[in-house]
């Protein structure tokens, strides 16, 4: 069974632009989730999403978005990028929601430079 | 809102010794508690998670971690080390009650020697 795949794998921005980033869960898994990981920040969750609609969410700016598709594929959007965003994004799926403790598995995760 | 503490940021131990690395949380009641391991360049992976139940907690690679409620502890323990353990390792807390809100600690970072 193919892992959590996770495009592009790198990208580079500069400020105020905006990025889509794409997920694509293990197939059978409903649940995704969104993390960001920065050297000053440490890992964060951004949200996730379950059955298309989104069931949880960090503490994060309104500028980050996401969505799910009816076949559980992910996307992230972060609008007006700020030099701060720039971090590894992490995806990660599970069978069901989080809450259920149904193991979540991630993927290599996108590395996003912002200039 | 919930917190995570791993103490140390580093830790050396040589190939075969022990190791402990330890964790400690801030929740008003039991919560999920996670460990995860991820080697450079790569995502994380699940070594074990807590539940509810055993407080002793077996996972992949050899890990096992126990939940102390008194201590709000969650220390992870593996006999006996190998080199391919090196990696950052990562101690997470997670909301309860219907939603799911996780939070990781800072991570440590363990160096093994041959």
């Known amino acids: 069974k193919a892992g959590v795949t996770q495009t592009p794998r790198y990208l580079i921005k500069t400020r105020g632009q905006q990025v889509t980033l794409s997920c694509s869960p293990i197939s059978g898994h409903r649940s995704v989730s969104w993390y960001q990981q920065t050297p000053g920040q440490g890992l964060q969750f951004l949200f996730e999403y379950f059955s298309e609609t989104q069931r949880n969410k960090g503490n994060f700016p309104g500028r980050f978005s996401g969505r799910q598709f009816s076949n559980s594929r992910s996307e992230m959007n972060v609008s007006t990028l700020e030099l701060g965003d720039s971090a590894l994004y992490l995806c990660a799926s599970s069978t069901n929601s989080g809450a259920s403790g149904d193991t979540q598995y991630f993927g290599p995760g996108t590395r996003l430079t912002v200039l | 809102a919930q917190s995570v503490t791993q103490p140390d940021i580093h830790i050396t131990v040589s190939e075969g010794a022990s190791l402990e690395l330890r964790c400690n949380y801030s929740y008003g009641a039991t919560p999920y508690l996670f460990w995860y391991v991820q080697s450079p360049g790569q995502g994380l992976q699940l070594l074990l998670k807590?539940?509810?139940?055993?407080?002793l907690v077996q996972g992949i690679k050899g890990f096992e971690a126990e939940f102390k409620r008194s201590q709000s502890s969650f220390n992870l323990r593996k006999p006996s080390v190998h080199w391919s353990d090196a990696a950052e390792y990562f101690c997470?807390?997670?909301?309860?009650?219907?939603?799911?809100?996780?939070?990781f600690g800072r991570g440590t970072s363990l160096i093994v020697h041959p």
């Open positions: 997470a807390v997670a909301t309860t009650g219907g939603s799911y809100i996780p939070t």
């Open positions: 807590y539940f509810s139940g055993d407080t």
